[in-house]
Each structure stands twice: as C-alpha cells, then as structure tokens.
C-alpha cells in the first residue's frame, strides 16, 4: 500500500549503541522530515531533506546522523545513544502541491 | 523556542459541544496548519491557511487567522467522542531559499469528548 511507513516502531537500547530508525516513503516526495516529540515540548525536527543526498539540520541535530541516498528513504541514525534522546521519533515527507506533510505512526524508542 | 504556542494545553467537553483551539505565533509565516494525533499514532492533517486567507471551512472544522494579531484559532463543531486527540498548529515559514517547507510545531491541545 502506498504510504509512509517506519521500522522498527519499538525499539530497546542502551547507552552508548548505535541506532538507526528506518523510513520508507511511496509517493516519491522530494521532501522529508525527522521529528521528535516529548512531553512538554510537542515536535521538534531533528533533520530534513530536500531530495536524495540533500539534507540539512533542523532545531535538534546533536547525536544524529541521517542519509538520503535514495528518494523513498530516509533513516536516521543515533551514533552513541543517550538517555535524553528517550522519545517518539516521526518521520514525515511533504506533498508540495498541497504544501502538507505526512506522518508515519512513529518509533517509540527507549534508551537505558 | 515554540514558534506555535497553544491554548488551552487541555480542553474537556460534552458531546454535541463545540470546541475551539488557538494558536499563536511570533514570525511572518506562509501558511499555518492544523494536525490531529490520536493517542500512540502519526499526526494527521487536518486543514491548511494561508497566509493571505482570513477563514476556512473543512466539514466540521473551521480555522481562522488573524496575521495581525500573529493568531489562529480552530473550531470544531457538534464534536464527538472520536474527536478525542491531541490537536497541534503548525507554521511554514515564507517559501524560498531553505526553507524546504518545514513545519514548527505548538505543543498542542489536548481535548477529550465526553458520550
């Protein structure tokens, strides 16, 4: 089904692992988007990209790397994970026509 | 910081009530949007205005914006309990250069319908 999809949707780890959380789009959009959500502090974008191997931070980039090397996917890795970065991750791409985003149903990550 | 701030933070209603949600924000925008989060999901959009439009109307939804008062507000009417979300306002900056559409969030509203 076309969609936005993401993998794993619940993840375990400890401190000082290597995470990477998968995205996978089917419209093609150019654009797409990592966010994180806590309590208290709604969204915020970690990364995002224009198109394949175009990516730029947004307000929340320490401890995470992405890489865009084709349009439909989009992974964001944590290099040595942290108790802070605890959290609901979404990923979203962006119909420019309508100039509206589309979320995928999010990974709930847990860092102890 | 927040470019969306929300108001209330929570907001518990009867069934059949309506439900209105505002939203401020402090720079020149494109457009600002409304999303829907059921509890454990994705966001969902619900409706989008731009910067140059006053009110809009989407079924039981209507959004206004007030530029000059950097001001959004969302109404829902004869709400029901699958109304029962969080609902977030969004702001796209002016297009051009890298602004890539992004989006800042508010911390949303949290509202509860009562059967």
């Known amino acids: 089904d076309a969609g936005i999809t993401q993998s794993p949707r619940y993840k375990i780890t400890e401190t000082g692992r290597q995470v990477t959380l998968m995205c996978h789009q089917t419209?093609?959009?150019?654009?797409m988007f990592w966010y994180r959500q806590d309590l208290g502090h709604g969204l915020r974008l970690i990364y995002y990209?224009?198109?394949?191997?175009?990516?730029d931070k947004g307000e929340v980039p320490d401890g995470y790397v992405v890489s865009r090397s084709k349009t439909e996917n989009f992974p964001l890795t944590l290099e040595s994970a942290t108790r802070s970065q605890t959290s609901v991750y979404f990923c979203?791409?962006?119909?420019?026509?309508?100039?509206?985003?589309?979320f995928g149903p999010g990974t709930r990550l847990t860092v102890l | 910081s927040q470019q969306g701030e929300e108001d209330p933070q929570a907001l518990s209603i009867q069934e059949g009530e309506n439900a209105t949600m505002n939203c401020s924000y402090k720079?020149?925008?494109?457009?600002l949007q409304w999303y829907r989060q059921n509890s454990g999901r994705g966001l969902v959009h619900l409706i989008l205005?731009?910067?140059?439009?006053r009110e809009k109307h989407s079924g039981r939804l209507r959004v206004t914006l007030d530029t000059s008062k950097k001001s959004s507000s969302l109404l829902i009417t004869a709400s029901r309990a699958a109304d029962t979300a969080s609902y977030f306002c969004?702001?796209?900056?002016?297009?051009?250069?890298?602004?890539?559409?992004?989006?800042?969030f508010g911390q949303g509203t949290i509202l509860t319908v009562h059967p």
């Open positions: 969004a702001t796209a900056i002016p297009a051009g250069g890298t602004s890539y559409g992004k989006l800042t």
């Open positions: 979203a791409s962006r119909r420019v026509s309508t100039d509206t985003q589309y």
């Open positions: 205005i731009r910067s140059n439009e």
């Open positions: 990209s224009a198109a394949a191997d175009i990516t």
């Open positions: 419209w093609s959009h150019s654009y």
């Open positions: 720079t020149s925008i494109n457009n």
